[in-house]
C-alpha cells in the first residue's frame, strides 16, 4: 500500500489562519501590532528567498516585519550593537538571524547576545535549556514543526519509538528533546552512528535531517512508519536546471511508509508558521511582562 502525503502547506495555512486570528485579538486588547525584524548577513541566495517568503508570510498574518540587510563584511561588533538596540526596543518583539553566517561572524555569540523572549528561532541557550528541562519557552521553529506534522497523523505518540537522523541543534538535536518531553523513545543519530540502516528501520517515527538527498533509501524504513523528510537540497539537472530534493528517496519510502511529508511542501512551510507563532507569542510574553 502507499504512504499518504502529510501535507505541510495545507496544515501551516491552518496554522497561519489561527495565528491572524490571535494578532487580531492581541491587537484589540494591547493596541500593540507583533512585529519581526530580521537580519539577513550577505547575498546567499537560499537566505534571501526564505527572509522574503518570512516578510510574505507576515504580512499575509498581521504581523509588522523589517528587514536588516547587512553587507558580507559587516564586523561582529556591529551585528551585536544591531541586536542590542534592537533588544531594548519596546517595538520589537521578535529578532530573527537568518543561517548560515559569514565565516568571520561568531554565531554563537550573535545568538547569545539575542534577548531570549524576543528569540523566534528558539536558538538562545536560555531557550535550548527550558526545552531541554521540559519547560519550553520559545521552541526552535522547524522542530515544532515537525512535532505539529507528526500529532497531525498520530494522535498519540507516548510510548512510540523515533529515529532522528541529524544533531544540529537547529533541528535535529532539538527535535530529540521535544520528541521526549511528549513521551516519544528517540535515538538521535548522526554521521558516526553505527548500523544506521538497522535503527533507524525499527522506528516508528523517522526524522530525516542530514542534508543529503535522497540519502534514506525503503530499507531504513519501518513497514508502516511515520517518515518527516527535513532535508532541502537543491540538485542540479541536466541542460542546467536544478529541483529541490530531501534527505529521503520518496518513490521507495511511500512503498513502505504509513505517511510521508513531501518536498517542498512537508517541513519548510510549517518552520514559517512557527515563526510566526513564535512572534506573537515573544509579543504576549513581552506585554505580559512590562
Ligand atoms: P547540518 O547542521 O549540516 O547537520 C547535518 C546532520 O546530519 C549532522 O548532525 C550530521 O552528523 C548528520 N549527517 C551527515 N551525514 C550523515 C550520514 N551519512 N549519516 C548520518 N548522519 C549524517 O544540517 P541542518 O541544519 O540540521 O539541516 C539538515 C537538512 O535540513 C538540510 O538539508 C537543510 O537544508 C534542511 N533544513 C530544512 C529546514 C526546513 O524548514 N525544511 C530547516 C532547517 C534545515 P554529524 O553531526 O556527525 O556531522
Not at 243 to 267: M, Q, R, W
Amino acid at each position: 500500500m502507499m504512504a499518504q502525503l502529510i501535507d505541510g502547506k495545507a496544515l501551516a495555512f491552518l496554522k497561519k489562519q489561527e495565528t491572524a486570528e490571535q494578532v487580531k485579538a492581541f491587537l484589540n486588547q494591547t493596541g500593540i501590532q507583533p512585529s519581526l525584524h530580521v537580519l539577513l548577513i550577505g547575498d546567499h541566495p537560499p537566505s534571501r528567498i526564505y527572509v522574503q517568503n518570512k516578510k510574505k508570510a507576515c504580512e499575509l498574518v498581521g504581523i509588522h516585519s523589517v528587514v536588516h540587510q547587512l553587507p558580507f563584511d559587516v564586523t561582529q561588533d556591529d551585528v551585536l550593537n544591531l541586536i542590542r538596540g534592537l533588544n531594548v526596543r519596546q517595538d520589537v518583539h521578535g529578532i530573527l538571524v537568518q543561517l548560515p553566517l559569514p565565516q568571520h561572524l561568531n554565531t554563537q555569540e550573535i545568538l547569545e547576545t539575542l534577548h531570549p523572549k524576543k528569540d523566534v528561532d528558539g536558538l538562545h541557550p536560555y531557550n535550548l535549556g527550558r526545552l531541554l528541562m521540559g519547560k519550553p519557552l520559545l521552541v526552535p521553529c522547524t522542530p515544532q514543526g515537525c512535532l505539529q506534522l507528526i500529532q497531525s497523523v498520530e494522535k498519540n505518540i507516548q510510548g512510540k519509538t523515533a529515529v532522528v537522523i541529524g544533531r544540529s541543534l537547529l533541528v535535529g538535536r532539538s527535535l530529540a528533546a521535544l520528541l521526549t518531553n511528549y513521551d516519544v523513545t528517540v535515538t538521535l543519530a548522526h554521521s558516526k552512528t553505527k548500523d544506521l540502516k538497522e535503527i533507524s528501520s525499527k522506528a516508528d517515527i523517522l526524522v530525516a535531517a542530514i542534508g543529503s538527498p535522497e540519502f534514506i533509501t525503503g530499507d531504513y524504513i519501518k513497514n508502516g512508519a511515520v517518515v518527516i523528510d527535513v532535508g532541502i537540497n537543491r540538485v542540479e539537472l541536466e541542460g542546467g536546471t536544478s529541483c529541490l530534493k530531501g534527505d529521503v528517496n520518496f518513490k521507495e519510502a511511500a512503498t513502505v511508509a504509513s505517511f510521508i511529508t513531501p518536498v517542498p511542501g512537508g517541513v519548510g512551510p510549517m518552520t514559517i508558521s512557527n515563526l510566526l507563532i513564535n512572534t506573537v507569542k515573544a509579543a504576549q510574553l513581552q506585554s505580559s511582562s512590562s
